[in-house]
């Protein structure tokens, strides 16, 4: 396995990904753990490698985070990335200066010595027949002068150590992003340094995982039960998929339906677990309760708050519910969550210190405590593109593996102001007229449906009425505005350039097929400034 420290870069998942595509096993962790943290992680002979990260922007200001020293005396290969090229400079006798103007963007790197990393890669060569390379470039502090036993490995004219080796050792520092796809050659360095320079095997494929993944969930299990909160998303899915793959009826799944779904989405839900896989799922119908406590309540964050508490009770409800039924059994012992990787990075990575909260997200952190269970969370080492693949695997359907993200709080944050369910249903239905084209639509270069090309396309509910005309009288109805974004990391998004004669269709079908709503428009922000969510 390759050990990720991670600085507090945006892109640090990214190196993560890049390694696994490569299917190598890797983790990240912060890079404060400690000397002690780092030996006892390699004892097992199978750390193969490290890699240090670069930092998050506002670092550019004297940062004075350090890597563990002893991850440069385990005898396995190092590679630093931007930031962390300099502090594996500066730790091992270099120097580092400070106070440039930041350089950020493509550069040209001139690839200097046939290092094993760099060797053979270029992007085009120089009059002077130098290998030259593109890359990504997004630092202020540079390194200055070379630590002992270093050769210069690449630079540019304004980055003269952009690059550093030191092949005794196997220890190498890029200034510029290799993750990133800007850095064209960056994939196949990252590939290079795993597979040749650290040796580590390329033995991370989903199959196997499925194998080995099942075996550990039933020795954690045992012979006792398991509670699931099934939304219907993707990772909660695909957990329920894999443990009811790995102990059949040991898995209870409970199904909330807080009345805020997607049209005929329980159904779905109810016929694909409970039909189609034959596991234990009860629905509870909870929609009620969760109007009447949303009555009034138009602020976004009181809203998300009065949902993700009556979520928790209800589960909670059922959850002792079951133990009750199961009085000759010791009722479920473990709650199974579909915690995936990048939130297990979120929350103990070095990021979190510095995370800001524009929105509280909806989760159900704190429960296992309440309820006296042990947590079982099997897809705690899979980046999302690798649980969708597992999700196929398990035999899940395609549509239901690759569908947008759905927040936790449903058509609660897409009905602006207050939640009535007459907003509900009209949302539902104009929602489920655009998801349908969405799918439809086919563009005709990539071959894909316009459903695949956005990242997340949804309707959303304005409490406000137009007017407009409907035959020979005068209407006053609701809007709705459709959103679709295209984001890698839903943290920056573009609103998708659907073409016109998709949206004409949207258009014309929700105003003709759904009464109460009479005009439709299109959100053209991008984010930032304005969030994915209305609310
Ligand atoms: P924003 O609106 O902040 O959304 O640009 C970014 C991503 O987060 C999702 N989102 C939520 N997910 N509970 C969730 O589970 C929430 O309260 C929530 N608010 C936003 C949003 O759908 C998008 O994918």
């Known amino acids: 396995k390759i050990l990720i420290l991670d600085f507090g870069s945006q892109v640090t998942q990214l190196i993560a990904r890049r390694v696994r595509e490569a299917h190598v096993y890797c983790e990240v962790h912060p890079c404060d753990v400690s000397d002690e943290w780092v030996r006892q992680y390699a004892a097992d002979g199978q750390l193969k490698g490290v890699i240090l990260s670069g930092s998050h922007a506002s670092a550019y200001e004297d940062s004075t985070d350090r890597a563990p020293q002893a991850v440069f005396t385990l005898g396995v290969p190092v590679l630093g990335i931007c930031y962390g090229m300099q502090t594996m400079a500066q730790q091992l006798g270099g120097k580092v200066e400070g106070g440039h103007k930041r350089e ?25 027949g130098h290998g030259m390379l593109k890359v990504w470039m997004s630092h202020g502090d540079k390194v200055a002068e070379l630590p002992p036993g270093f050769a210069l490995m690449a630079s540019t004219p304004t980055c003269p150590i952009a690059g550093m080796a030191d092949e005794a050792r196997h220890f190498y520092g890029v200034q510029f992003h290799p993750e990133v796809t800007h850095t064209v050659q960056g994939r196949a360095m990252l590939e290079r340094f795993v597979l040749d320079i650290c040796g580590a095997q390329p033995d991370w494929v989903m ?68 039909g189609k896989l034959h596991a234990k799922v009860v629905r509870v119908d909870a929609s009620q309760l969760f109007l009447d406590a949303l009555k009034g309540v138009s602020d976004p964050e009181q809203k998300r708050k009065i949902i993700g508490k ?15 039924s199961n009085a000759t059994r010791k009722g479920a012992a473990f709650l199974a969550q579909g915690t995936i990787y990048p939130d297990v990075i979120e929350s103990g990575g070095a990021k979190s210190k510095k995370a800001v909260v524009i929105k509280s997200h909806h989760n159900v952190g704190g429960l296992p405590e309440q309820l006296g269970l042990k947590l079982l969370e099997p897809l705690r080492d899979l980046f999302k593109d690798e649980v969708r693949e597992l999700g196929v695997a398990l035999g899940l359907p395609h549509d239901m593996v690759y569908r947008h993200p759905f927040p936790g709080p449903g058509l609660g944050v897409r009905i602006l102001g207050e939640v009535k369910k007459e907003y509900a249903d009209l949302l539902r239905q104009a929602d489920a007229i655009f998801m349908q084209e969405l799918r439809s639509t086919i563009e005709p270069n990539s071959g894909k449906s316009w459903y695949d090309l956005t990242s997340q396309a949804f309707t959303v509910f304005l409490p406000v009425k137009s007017v407009g005309v409907m035959g020979d009288g005068r209407t006053y109805d609701y809007v709705v505005a459709l959103r679709a974004v295209q984001t890698s990391d839903f943290m920056t998004a573009d609103w998708a350039e659907l073409p016109y004669a998709l949206l004409k269709k949207v258009s014309s079908r929700i105003i003709n097929e759904v009464r109460g709503i009479n005009r439709v428009t299109y959100d053209v922000s991008s984010k930032p400034p304005a969030t994915i969510e209305w609310e």
Not at 224 to 247: C, Q
Not at 310 to 324: I, Q, T, W, Y
């Open 310 to 324: 009556l979520f928790v009770d209800v589960f909670k409800a059922e959850a002792e519910k079951l133990k009750a």
């Open 104 to 128: 950020f963007g493509y550069a040209e790197v001139r690839a200097h010595s046939h290092t094993a990393l760099l060797k053979g890669l270029q992007d085009f060569s120089s009059p002077e």
């Open 207 to 274: 199959q196997g995982h499925i194998a080995e993944a099942v075996e550990s969930i039933r020795q954690q299990v045992g012979s006792e039960e398991v509670i699931l909160g099934l939304s219907g998303g993707v990772d909660s899915s695909v957990a329920a998929a894999l443990i009811h793959r790995a102990i059949g009826d040991q898995l209870t799944c409970v199904f909330v339906d807080h009345g805020l779904l997607r049209l005929n989405e329980g159904d779905m839900v109810m016929d694909m677990f409970a």
